[in-house]
């Protein structure tokens, strides 16, 4: 349950982050999934990093409300996240 959680709390928070960039920069979520998350390599550290900072305070509420489980589950694709951002922050513009 926790990993669900983590996962979807991951894709919710890239959606929020296209759909602030859309509203920013006067476009559309298409144009900022066209352009930023396909067509740019420097940035996919960044959309990682905001999408995941979803599931830390995911994690700090469940660890409120004693959901071990969940948090657990969030922690883990923390976890498992953080070496893809630390990845694609030292392949930026290299590939």
């Known amino acids: 349950m926790g990993l669900l959680a983590g996962v ?3 894709a919710l928070g890239g959606l929020l982050l296209g759909q602030w960039w859309a509203w920013a ?4 979520f298409q144009d900022f999934y066209k352009t930023v998350v396909l067509g740019s390599q420097i940035y996919r ?8 900072l979803l599931n830390v305070v995911l994690f700090w509420v469940a660890n409120r409300m004693g959901w071990e489980r969940i948090a657990q589950g ?8 953080v070496p893809f951002i630390v990845y694609f922050q030292s392949t ?3 590939l």
């Open 8 to 10: 979807v709390g991951t």
């Open 25 to 28: 920069n006067d476009t559309s």
């Open 45 to 52: 550290d960044s959309i990682l990093t905001a999408s995941t």
């Open 74 to 81: 969030l922690l883990g694709v923390i976890l498992i996240t």
């Open 92 to 94: 930026a513009g290299i």
